[in-house]
């Protein structure tokens, strides 16, 4: 018997034992990659990295603590155990801030919620010594902007129901949540000192012209990568309340504008293209305004009674840009636009995209000749730098990105203008800068070049004369371009910092000349005293007569 029993507990362990061993090896063979993708899962934030080309983060996960009121955490009993007012007065003492009348009654209504999003964990201390059960600091995720302002209208934000909006966090929301993706940051093109460099100087010009916002764009000319792209005024991704909300509109990707005389360069390239000017030194009466039926085309004040085509772009004639684009034709006008985008919304990721005010059909002979001169079509900053870019890079558009390309990955593009024509438009840009009205814009050895543009806004019963969006599109270094550097005023006022004046060339073209000795370096480009682009085959077209 006593053997019996012994070999039954023998048996019984043997058998105990090969479950155990069968378990394990099926855990093994069948679970293993389970439990390895459940402990990276741990390993990885909530949501991925957003950086800058350089891998500076500009938006990243981390834990922080909540204060949460759970009625329900003493099961069948009363939400708290202590009056409402009572422990209403002990949280304004850890967060003076909060009202003390509101707080008793969130707690007296006995419903669940926030009393206050993200609270350090100090505070959270305090708030467990409370000994209030139903007080709960939960630690969540939550995203956190290292950077601040920086960038805002690019990067976006992550609202309390977890998801992306307006900028590169909406764009890449799935990427940026999906386990199998987010542990791999997104690099975005942005360049970190770049937009910071550009935002404090469109900040400071628009506090010397008591602008009411401004707006720029750094843009890669080979590659359409955006290295930077502000608009002002801004809001803090840390912080969405309802002044932000107002802020968040974007004035460079979203907002439509008459960029007035920085289309006409534009126009003198596709002349130039399309062979109606073959000779730079042609002259066009410029002396007395232009009759168009029963309308004028005027120039802001007499240049001269004759101008050829450099100084019809260094004195910014209308008159001169409306003549060579009536000759050029609606028809070949209006398809160089079309080629440049100009009738579609602007190509880039972000959401915000505002869609141009666009003539279809024929194109009258007046409309033609005011679209030369930048009036009558209405597009966005962006617009205007993708065009800029094709303008001087040799002639080929891309699109723009706020993606960092990777080598193999920059689109081809399309051609929009002749290489010849572009070698031309980089010397009269150039001279723009040096003899015209970009003086401003000059930084020694950095050979920029651009185009000043100031219009009026529009306005119930036709154009206010007080209300100016300025604009200089520009490029550098011209004998080489690599980027392309909009700024844009709305609203600029004549203030004793800008001689009073109002127009572009004292406030645009400012913000471009002191941006880029700041910006050059950081994108590899330094200042050579010794070069420039050749003018002497432009120069001696530049007459007394223009002056």
Same mark, same amino acid.
């Given at each position: 018997?006593?053997?019996?029993?012994?070999?039954?507990?023998?048996?019984?362990?043997?058998?105990?034992?090969?479950?155990?061993?069968?378990?394990?090896?099926?855990?093994?063979?069948?679970?293993?990659?389970?439990?390895?993708?459940?402990?990276?899962?741990?390993?990885?934030?909530?949501?991925?990295?957003?950086?800058?080309?350089?891998?500076?983060?500009?938006?990243?996960?981390?834990?922080?603590?909540?204060?949460?009121?759970?009625?329900?955490?003493?099961?069948?009993?009363?939400?708290?155990?202590?009056?409402?007012?009572?422990?209403?007065?002990?949280?304004?003492?850890?967060?003076?801030?909060?009202?003390?009348?509101?707080?008793?009654?969130?707690?007296?209504?006995?419903?669940?919620?926030?009393?206050?999003?993200?609270?350090?964990?100090?505070?959270?201390?305090?708030?467990?010594?409370?000994?209030?059960?139903?007080?709960?600091?939960?630690?969540?995720?939550?995203?956190?902007?290292?950077?601040?302002?920086?960038?805002?209208?690019?990067?976006?934000?992550?609202?309390?129901?977890?998801?992306?909006?307006?900028?590169?966090?909406?764009?890449?929301?799935?990427?940026?949540?999906?386990?199998?993706?987010?542990?791999?940051?997104?690099?975005?093109?942005?360049?970190?000192?770049?937009?910071?460099?550009?935002?404090?100087?469109?900040?400071?010009?628009?506090?010397?012209?008591?602008?009411?916002?401004?707006?720029?764009?750094?843009?890669?000319?080979?590659?359409?990568?955006?290295?930077?792209?502000?608009?002002?005024?801004?809001?803090?991704?840390?912080?969405?309340?309802?002044?932000?909300?107002?802020?968040?509109?974007?004035?460079?990707?979203?907002?439509? #504008?008459?960029? *007035?005389?920085?289309?006409? /360069? &534009?126009?003198? @390239?596709? !002349?130039?293209? =399309?062979?109606?000017? %073959?000779?730079?030194?042609?002259?066009?009466?410029?002396?007395?305004?232009?009759?168009?039926?029963?309308?004028?085309?005027?120039?802001?004040?007499?240049?001269?009674?004759?101008?050829?085509?450099?100084?019809?772009?260094?004195?910014?004639?209308?008159?001169?840009?409306?003549?060579?684009?009536?000759?050029?034709?609606?028809?070949?006008?209006?398809?160089?636009?079309?080629?440049?985008?100009?009738?579609?919304?602007?190509?880039?990721?972000?959401?915000?995209?505002?869609?141009?005010?666009?003539?279809?059909?024929?194109?009258?002979?007046?409309?033609?000749?005011?679209?030369? #001169?930048?009036? *009558?079509?209405?597009?966005? /900053? &962006?617009?205007? @730098?993708? !065009?800029?870019? =094709?303008?001087?890079? %040799?002639?080929?558009?891309?699109?723009?990105?706020?993606?960092?390309?990777?080598?193999?990955?920059?689109?081809?593009?399309?051609?929009?203008?002749?290489?010849?024509?572009?070698?031309?438009?980089?010397?009269?840009?150039?001279?723009?800068?040096?003899?015209?009205?970009?003086?401003?814009?000059?930084?020694?050895?950095?050979?920029?070049?651009?185009?000043?543009?100031?219009?009026?806004?529009?306005?119930?019963?036709?154009?206010?004369?007080?209300?100016?969006?300025?604009?200089?599109?520009?490029?550098?270094?011209?004998?080489?371009?690599?980027?392309?550097?909009?700024?844009?005023?709305?609203?600029?006022?004549?203030?004793?910092?800008?001689?009073?004046?109002?127009?572009?060339?004292?406030?645009?073209?400012?913000?471009?000349?002191?941006?880029?000795?700041?910006?050059?370096?950081?994108?590899?480009?330094?200042?050579?005293?010794?070069?420039?682009?050749?003018?002497?085959?432009?120069?001696?077209?530049?007459?007394?007569?223009?002056?």
């Amino acid at each position: 018997m006593a053997k019996q029993r012994a070999i039954v507990i023998a048996f019984i362990f043997a058998a105990a034992t090969a479950v155990l061993v069968l378990r394990v090896g099926m855990l093994g063979l069948f679970e293993a990659d389970t439990a390895h993708a459940s402990t990276s899962s741990l390993l990885v934030p909530d949501r991925g990295e957003i950086t800058d080309r350089n891998g500076i983060p500009l938006a990243r996960d981390f834990k922080s603590y909540a204060l949460w009121f759970n009625p329900k955490a003493m099961e069948g009993g009363e939400p708290l155990t202590r009056p409402a007012g009572e422990i209403a007065a002990e949280l304004v003492k850890i967060f003076p801030d909060m009202d003390q009348a509101d707080l008793t009654r969130r707690l007296a209504s006995g419903k669940g919620q926030y009393l206050r999003r993200r609270i350090l964990p100090e505070q959270a201390n305090r708030v467990h010594a409370i000994g209030e059960p139903a007080l709960n600091p939960p630690a969540e995720p939550s995203r956190y902007y290292p950077e601040g302002t920086l960038a805002a209208h690019v990067l976006g934000y992550v609202g309390a129901d977890g998801n992306g909006h307006v900028g590169m966090e909406e764009v890449f929301d799935k990427q940026l949540t999906d386990p199998a993706t987010r542990g791999a940051p997104v690099a975005l093109a942005i360049d970190a000192r770049v937009q910071a460099a550009l935002e404090d100087e469109l900040y400071r010009v628009m506090g010397l012209a008591q602008a009411k916002g401004a707006g720029g764009i750094v843009m890669d000319v080979d590659t359409g990568e955006v290295v930077a792209l502000a608009s002002l005024p801004t809001f803090d991704p840390n912080h969405i309340d309802e002044r932000g909300m107002e802020l968040m509109f974007n004035r460079v990707t979203n907002q439509v #504008y008459e960029l *007035g005389s920085t289309f006409k /360069p &534009l126009t003198i @390239a596709a !002349a130039i293209d =399309a062979g109606t000017i %073959g000779n730079l030194a042609r002259r066009w009466p410029t002396g007395a305004p232009l009759r168009v039926g029963r309308f004028s085309i005027r120039d802001s004040h007499r240049i001269g009674a004759s101008l050829n085509v450099p100084e019809i772009l260094m004195h910014s004639s209308n008159i001169g840009t409306a003549q060579i684009a009536d000759e050029l034709g609606s028809a070949r006008m209006k398809a160089k636009m079309e080629d440049l985008g100009f009738n579609e919304r602007p190509y880039i990721e972000l959401p915000a995209r505002g869609f141009p005010i666009w003539r279809s059909g024929e194109w009258p002979r007046l409309t033609t000749m005011t679209v030369s #001169y930048g009036h *009558g079509v209405a597009v966005t /900053p &962006l617009h205007l @730098a993708s !065009a800029y870019a =094709a303008m001087v890079n %040799g002639g080929v558009w891309r699109p723009a990105t706020l993606k960092k390309l990777g080598a193999g990955e920059v689109p081809e593009g399309r051609r929009v203008f002749k290489e010849a024509t572009s070698a031309r438009m980089r010397q009269m840009l150039r001279m723009i800068v040096t003899d015209g009205t970009g003086r401003k814009a000059d930084a020694p050895g950095f050979r920029i070049g651009g185009k000043t543009g100031s219009a009026e806004k529009p306005g119930a019963g036709g154009y206010r004369r007080t209300s100016l969006i300025t604009t200089f599109a520009s490029a550098f270094p011209m004998d080489n371009p690599r980027f392309v550097v909009v700024a844009m005023m709305d609203e600029p006022q004549g203030t004793a910092a800008t001689s009073y004046q109002r127009t572009a060339a004292w406030n645009a073209a400012m913000v471009v000349g002191n941006v880029v000795p700041r910006i050059g370096p950081m994108l590899g480009v330094y200042p050579e005293a010794s070069r420039d682009i050749d003018l002497t085959d432009l120069r001696p077209l530049v007459g007394k007569e223009a002056h």
